[in-house]
């Protein structure tokens, strides 16, 4: 069992787990008291991106070198359970922390940008908070749509299928870089430089943590990335 993630909660989960549990040592971890339940503890520069970190902890654990660019290995095959009406445009607007939100008003006016672009704002949710929200931003933007809850599978297929994506610091704004779509992430309260889009080709970070992307930032860099 290797536990990238360095907290208390998924250290113990790897300590009960069948077979020795490998983590972050002391100084690596998230949480330092984390690296008290795993049989193996190794160094990993805190300093580095999050995937980094993950590609040296797994090599680390099971005894070869990491090098070498990203490659994910992602495919979402097949037709989603949603049609929307291609093309289309990914907007997820949703994340863990509220610091992490993208302004609704700003989210309205780059929807408003895409569709007069003839691309179909899609947004997707997960909890009942997130639909509401999702809601307020479709009702301001012309054809925007906000499907029904589907399973993490058949976003990724709906990603697959966008024109582009744009997201908030959320692992759906991974997944869809990771699949190959042109993805923009926008980052208003954590650091794009540990946890932002990292090893795709078709992928941009904006902001910073306290500081919110404009609008016509987030515009100019998917002119960038079409």
């Not at 012309?142 to 959320?170: H, I, S």
Request: aromatic content about 6%; overall charge neutral; glycine content about 10%.
């Amino acid at each position: 069992m290797i536990d990238t993630q360095g907290l208390l909660k998924s250290a113990l989960i790897a300590a009960l787990a069948d077979g020795p549990a490998h983590g972050y040592d002391r100084a690596s971890a998230r949480e330092p008291a984390a690296a008290r339940f795993y049989a193996h503890r190794h160094a990993v520069d805190t300093g580095l991106h999050a995937v980094e970190r993950n590609r040296r902890l797994a090599a680390a654990a099971l005894g070869y070198a990491a090098g070498g660019a990203c490659d994910y290995g992602l495919a979402a095959a097949g037709a989603p359970a949603f049609g929307a009406r291609e093309p289309y445009a990914l907007l997820l607007t949703m994340t863990s922390r509220d610091d992490k939100l993208w302004p609704e008003a700003h989210w309205r006016a780059l929807g408003a940008a895409l569709a007069s672009r003839g691309l179909q704002c899609v947004l997707p949710w997960g909890s009942q908070e997130e639909r509401m929200r999702a809601e307020r931003i479709a009702s301001a933007i012309e054809g925007a749509v906000v499907p029904p809850r589907m399973p993490l599978a058949d976003v990724a297929r709906l990603a697959a299928r966008a024109r582009c994506a744009v997201g908030v610091d959320t692992g759906l704004t991974h997944v869809a870089a990771a699949l190959g779509v042109p993805t923009l992430g926008l980052y208003c309260g954590s650091d794009p430089a540990l946890t932002g889009l990292y090893g795709a080709a078709r992928a941009c970070n904006l902001g910073a943590a306290g500081r919110i992307p404009e609008v016509s930032e987030a515009r100019a860099a998917l002119e960038g990335l079409a």
